[in-house]
């Protein structure tokens, strides 16, 4: 059982580079997220999704998108990466109950120089 | 204002003795989740227990209980008879009606042999 699946697990950027961090889940999971976890802090929320084709911002959205084409995948892109865009990066995703708690990926560790 | 704090950046306990990671709320959905996540070194997070807003009872799963105090909005994870595995970063988390989860900064948690 696979569950929430990111990739690529690390990534090295320039300044000026874009990239597509993958998410997918085998859950049939509605409800998607994306947080980035900086060294030493929690898990700030950047965009999220409530279904296919439904996506809104979170806390700290700037610099980033997303898209939901479908329920399995939550591909969240970088452009022009920055070097405040180093971090972290967590998918996650959950069903509709309130008690169902969120299921991560394994991370994606993003250095951009 | 936020919506998780853990106040305790670092805390330390003797092997096999309880300690208690405080963490309190704010919201004013009378309906949501309270979660508890463990975080080691090797960057996984991991779902250790949930308490609903309308549970009469504490939560408890194995060796971690959640000391639910419904009108001082906290919420602190006991761990019992620590073990040295317990040694991580442990976050806060809740779900609102709305299905976004919200995260605390964190406790790291060392256990001393």
């Known amino acids: 059982n696979a569950g929430v699946t990111q990739t690529p697990k690390f990534r090295i950027l320039k300044i000026g580079q874009s990239m597509t961090l993958q998410c997918t889940q085998d859950?049939?999971?509605?409800?998607m997220y994306w947080y980035r976890q900086d060294p030493g802090m929690g898990l700030k929320l950047i965009y999220y999704?409530?279904?296919?084709?439904?996506?809104d911002k979170g806390e700290v959205p700037n610099g980033y998108n997303v898209s939901r084409s479908t329920t399995e995948d939550f591909p969240l892109r970088l452009e022009l990466a920055a070097p405040s865009q180093t971090s972290v990066y967590f998918c996650?995703?959950?069903?509709?109950?309130?008690?169902?708690?969120?299921?991560f990926g394994q991370g994606t560790r993003l250095t951009v120089v | 204002a936020q919506k998780i704090t853990q106040t305790q950046p670092g805390m330390f306990v003797q092997e096999k003795e309880a300690v208690t990671l405080d963490c309190t709320y704010d919201?004013?959905?009378?309906?949501?989740?309270l979660f508890w996540y463990k975080q080691p070194s090797s960057g996984e997070m991991i779902f250790l227990i949930y308490?609903?807003?309308?549970?009469?009872q504490n939560a408890t799963e194995g060796r971690y209980s959640l000391n639910f105090q419904k009108a001082r909005k906290s919420a602190n994870l006991v761990i019992s008879a620590s073990q040295l595995g317990d040694s991580a970063m442990y976050f806060c988390?809740?779900?609102?009606?709305?299905?976004?989860?919200?995260f605390g900064t964190g406790t790291s948690l060392t256990v001393i042999p």
């Open positions: 859950m049939n999971h509605n409800y």
């Open positions: 999704s409530v279904g296919a084709g439904i996506t």
């Open positions: 919201t004013s959905d009378p309906s949501y989740g």
């Open positions: 996650a995703s959950t069903d509709g109950r309130r008690n169902t708690e969120a299921f």
């Open positions: 988390a809740m779900r609102e009606s709305g299905n976004q989860f919200y």
């Open positions: 308490q609903g807003s309308y549970d009469q």
